[in-house]
């Protein structure tokens, strides 16, 4: 059974400062891992999305990486600012696009 | 382009009745499903639909269904409401069903409170 964990569960830093963010799964036979943001009482925000093919993906500031083999992700965000501060969210996807959660990571960008 | 509409946003109920939840899909996107989301089991995957079928199924008891109309529309059903299904419920479309290349999108939620 697959499971998502996510490392820190919360996570503060001074604005400037770059974020990383971890994702780890127990089964290595995914078909993508995507990268979600959740502001509070919101829905989710596609940010990235990584095909199992893949070892990377970048959008800006956001950069992911993907190795399966040892069934981890990270979400690197550079440069942080306020604005950035949300719970993300990691998710693997199966063959039938079933998406798997992890718990997420709370992050809070001081000015 | 519009993104995913789901309604009612917010909602009270009793114990005991049955509420039903829409979930309108980006144009063109055929795949939709649902999740659960909690403060103690987080995001929780409930059914997938396609095509007007049910693809794939959580592990949520009988009195969660769904449905999917010709037009990709979706609906949800959960009946005798329990306090425990007091939650955020989130609906996602897709282009296609299946990961392939297929970024997810979500909607705002729709939040059940159960009283």
């Known amino acids: 059974k697959q499971e998502v964990t996510q490392i820190p569960a919360a996570l503060s830093v001074p604005e400037g400062e770059n974020l990383v963010l971890n994702c780890s799964f127990t089964?290595?036979?995914?078909?993508?891992l995507q990268w979600f943001r959740q502001d509070p009482g919101k829905g989710l925000t596609s940010l990235l999305l990584?095909?199992?093919?893949?070892r990377e993906q970048t959008s800006g500031r956001l950069n992911a990486s993907l190795d399966k083999s040892s069934g981890r992700s990270t979400l690197y965000i550079a440069a942080s600012q306020p604005g950035d501060s949300a719970t993300y969210l990691c998710?693997?996807?199966?063959?039938?696009?079933?998406?798997?959660f992890g718990a997420g990571t709370q992050v809070v960008v001081t000015p | 382009k519009a993104g995913v509409t789901q309604t009612p946003r917010y909602l009270i109920k009793t114990r005991g009745q049955q509420v039903t939840l829409s979930c309108s899909p980006i144009?063109?996107?055929?795949?939709v499903s649902w999740y659960q989301q909690t403060p103690g089991q987080g995001l929780q995957f409930l059914f997938e639909?396609?095509?007007?079928?049910?693809?794939n199924k959580g592990n949520f008891p009988g009195r969660f269904s769904g449905r999917q109309f010709s037009n990709s529309r979706s609906e949800m059903n959960v009946s005798t409401l329990e306090l425990g299904d007091s939650a955020l419920y989130l609906c996602?479309?897709?282009?296609?069903?299946?990961?392939?290349?297929?970024?997810?999108?979500f909607g705002e939620g729709s939040w059940l409170t159960v009283v």
């Open positions: 996602a479309s897709s282009l296609e069903r299946g990961p392939g290349g297929n970024t997810i999108y």
């Open positions: 089964d290595s036979a995914i078909y993508n």
């Open positions: 990584i095909q199992s093919s893949q």
């Open positions: 998710a693997v996807g199966d063959s039938w696009g079933k998406l798997q």
């Open positions: 144009s063109g996107h055929r795949s």
């Open positions: 639909y396609f095509s007007e079928t049910q693809r």
